[in-house]
């Protein structure tokens, strides 16, 4: 994760940002904890100001770009995190479970240093995607082994809440599911290359992808199947933010 980060990371502030509703509903599951490990960190978003954080980051790319004055941070893994069973109130996790080398151990280790509730927000693997696979299918091959089903959540951090995260259609965060209503960002490099699945797809399939993906925009065949998404403005694509509430 972190040679990838590393290599992804330049930039990565820019493009994601915390988008403020998706930090509220963030904010929301993590309740009244007055202290927080954010693991997985990145650049600092989507860190709560009302409370302590401390940050646990591997890649020293993201760590280089927390913006002053943000939570301390940990330069660790989220398989052996340096605390103390139970030293915070609340463990902290956005979009990042996917990447770690063993992620059972990962989640147990949030269960370990959480003494009241865990929070991660993930992508549920049995959702069906939206249209983007259509254009880079190896999307699905990369990603559905690698995120956590929901129980594989139930397993390691036993009885859970999985609560839908709709994505709005102007989110400023630009993860991979941001730019649903905008499918012409998807042809933009910069946009792709903060977007840790693209970089792990071959250089071959990224080009044919966006090269099928601008034909049809040029010639009508994606608003053709896709138009009744304009209308809409936010939608389920298997975003996920599940709560382990331990008491």
Known sequence: MAELYDEIGIGYRDRRRADPRLAAAITRALNRTETVVNVGAGAG??????????????AMTMIRQRPAGSAPVVQASATDLPFRDDG?????????????PDRARGLDELGRVARRRVVVVTWDPSSQGFWLDEYFPQIGEIDRPNFPSLEDFRRS???IEAHA???PHDCV???LGAYWRRPHAYLDASVRRVISTFAKLRASDVESGAERLRRDLDDGTWARRHGHLLDREEIDLGYRIVIAAKR
Do not use: C, M, N
């Open 45 to 58: 978003s989507y860190e709560p100001s009302d409370r302590s954080v401390v940050a646990v980051e591997p």
């Open 88 to 100: 915070f109130a609340a463990a902290l996790a956005i979009l990042t479970v996917h990447h770690w």
């Open 157 to 159: 951090l036993g009885r």
């Open 165 to 167: 995260l709709p994505i």
């Open 173 to 175: 965060d630009g993860f």
